[in-house]
């Protein structure tokens, strides 16, 4: 039997003599962060560091559409200048609420960690994203994670990057989850590591960019109600078919949980 039955309480057999090499892991998992890990989205939570926890009204009407990084970038040189500290930072992101379910989610990943490798691809920052997993104690899952870069500059002051340059016009200009996506299954495959399946579980519509890239192995979760599930529904009513990987919304993350728990019954 397969290995995949390790981890669900069925005993696996192995033909042969011998101990095998430990197989690559089956199926590769990708998350994004925002109200997909988390409830919130961070961008919006960290201004409870500020003082009087909200910004001026010039600061927040200066977003423009397929800018925000920009935006964020001016929204934390704000908070440096009113004196927000690197603690002030990581004690607003490591409080930030897990979204309904996800610690049921990531007690059944804990179990089968051999058979999911995970990664993490965010528009948030890297700052922020690790200090929420390490206090959930669930980073050591995670693979890789794909954000923009943060670091704190001579002043204290929290300073973001673009992650990268795309030609996608669909995403906005610092990052498209589609070339991450399909450029580290690329490198993988390169490394002799191919997947017989590939889990998504967003809620943006820069989620669906990378969703739509899935083949008809794969799954897309779609937080229900958000971007991501309403682009999925109308694209499959506009070009049926067009969206090839499965679609099961979720509301809490344990129907992700279960999803995947059943998968494995039936592979064993």
């Known amino acids: 039997m397969r290995r995949c039955c390790e981890g669900v309480g069925l005993p696996c057999l192995f033909k042969g003599v011998g101990m095998a090499a430990p197989r690559p892991p089956s199926y590769l998992l990708v998350f994004d962060f925002d109200e997909t890990i988390v409830a919130e989205n961070t961008d919006d939570s960290v201004v409870r560091a500020l003082p009087g926890k909200a910004l001026p009204e010039n600061l927040r009407q200066s977003l423009r559409e397929g800018s925000y990084n920009d935006y964020m970038r001016r929204v934390l040189a704000f908070m440096g200048d009113q004196g927000v500290t690197a603690g002030d930072f990581k004690a607003v992101y490591e409080n ?25 691809i965010s528009d948030a920052n890297v700052f922020g994203i690790e200090a929420k997993l390490r206090a959930a104690g669930v980073y050591s899952l995670f693979r890789k994670i794909f954000s923009n870069p943060a670091s704190f500059d001579k002043r204290g002051y929290l300073t973001l990057g673009p992650y990268h340059s795309h030609k996608c016009l669909e995403c906005p200009a610092n990052m498209c989850k589609r070339k991450i996506l399909t450029e580290y299954l690329a490198e993988r495959a390169q490394e002799e590591v191919e997947f017989e399946r590939v889990f998504y579980v967003g809620d943006g519509a820069n989620d669906f960019c990378p969703s739509v890239a899935l083949t008809s192995s794969d799954v897309a ?11 999925s529904q109308e694209m499959e009513k506009q070009q049926p078919g067009a969206f090839q990987a499965a679609v099961v919304p979720w509301e809490s993350a344990a129907e992700v949980a279960r999803y995947l728990q059943e998968l494995l019954k039936k592979k064993c």
């Open 221 to 231: 979760f779609p937080r229900k109600g958000y971007p991501m599930h309403r682009m």
């Open 96 to 120: 930030i609420p897990l979204s309904p379910g996800m610690p049921e989610l990531f007690q059944f990943l804990s179990k089968n960690h051999e058979l999911f490798e995970i990664i993490l």
